[in-house]
C-alpha cells in the first residue's frame, strides 16, 4: 500500500530564515505531487505540483520554491520567510489519470 | 468566480439527522469530483469519489452529481457528532493536472 511521509511536522521559524520541508511517498512510482498551504482557518492553495523529476509548475508567485530531485520525493525551500509564510503546509500525490489524491499528515510552521 | 464554490457554514445538524453538503465547479471539463473530511488541526482525508451522474453510496455517505448543473452534493444519513468536521469539496480539472478544493463546509452534528 501507499503511504506519504512529511517532515518535520511542527516547525517554528524566525523571520528571514531559510526553510525545507520534505514530502516521500512511497508504495507507487511516478506519482504527480503537489504542495498546498493552508493558512488558519481558510482553505487549500495549491503551491507547486510535479508531474515527473525536475518538472515544476508554479500556482501562485511568492518566495517559495519547489523541486523534485526523485521520483517520489518532494520538497518545499525558501531563502527566507516571511510572516505571511505561516501555515500548515500538505504534501499530496495522485496516481496518474482521473483517480484520487491523497494527502500527508503535514507540517505546521509558524514564522516568528 | 470562483472555481469551486461551497457555503462556508457553519452548518448545524441535530444527531441522527440527514446532513446534506453542497459544491458547484465552473470548469464544464472536469469529470471527477471528490469530497474530503478534515478534522481540526489535521489533514484531509479522502471519504468520496465520483465519476458519472448520478448518486454513489458507501456506508452512511452519498455522493450525487450532476455535470450539467455543475453541481456535487454529499449527504450523510444519521449524522452522529464525529461527523463535525470541514468537508471540502474538490474538483479535478479538465487538463487532468489538480485538483482544485473549494473553501470547505464546517458542519456541526448537535447531541
Known amino acids: 500500500s501507499q503511504t506519504i511521509h512529511q517532515w518535520p511536522a511542527t516547525l517554528v521559524q524566525p523571520v528571514g530564515s531559510p526553510l525545507s520541508l520534505e514530502c516521500t511517498v512511497e508504495g507507487t512510482s511516478n506519482p504527480n505531487l503537489y504542495w498546498y498551504r493552508q493558512a488558519a482557518g481558510r482553505g487549500l492553495q495549491l503551491l507547486f505540483y510535479?508531474?515527473?523529476?525536475?518538472?515544476i509548475s508554479s500556482e501562485v508567485p511568492q518566495n517559495l520554491s519547489a523541486s523534485r530531485p526523485q521520483d517520489r520525493q518532494f520538497i518545499l525551500s525558501s531563502k527566507k520567510l516571511l510572516l505571511s509564510d505561516s501555515g500548515f503546509y500538505l504534501c499530496?500525490?495522485?496516481?496518474?489519470?482521473?483517480?484520487?489524491?491523497?494527502f500527508g499528515p503535514g507540517t505546521r510552521l509558524t514564522v516568528t | 468566480q470562483k472555481e469551486v464554490e461551497q457555503n462556508s457554514g457553519p452548518l448545524s445538524v441535530p444527531e441522527g439527522a440527514i446532513a446534506s453538503l453542497n459544491c458547484t465547479y465552473s470548469?464544464?471539463?472536469?469529470?471527477?469530483f471528490f469530497w474530503y473530511r478534515q478534522y481540526s488541526g489535521k489533514s484531509p482525508e479522502l471519504i468520496m469519489s465520483?465519476?458519472?451522474?448520478g448518486d454513489k453510496e458507501d456506508g452512511r455517505f452519498t455522493a450525487q452529481l450532476n455535470k450539467a448543473s455543475q453541481y456535487v452534493s454529499l449527504l450523510i444519513r444519521d449524522s452522529q457528532p464525529s461527523d463535525s468536521a470541514t468537508y471540502l469539496c474538490?474538483?479535478?480539472?479538465?487538463?487532468?493536472?489538480?485538483?482544485?478544493f473549494g473553501s470547505g463546509t464546517r458542519l456541526s452534528i448537535r447531541p
Open positions: 499530496a500525490w495522485r496516481d496518474r489519470g482521473p483517480t484520487r489524491q491523497y
Open positions: 465520483i465519476y458519472s451522474n
Open positions: 470548469d464544464r471539463g472536469s469529470q471527477s
Open positions: 474538490a474538483v479535478l480539472n479538465s487538463s487532468a493536472s489538480k485538483i482544485i
Open positions: 510535479s508531474v515527473g523529476i525536475g518538472q
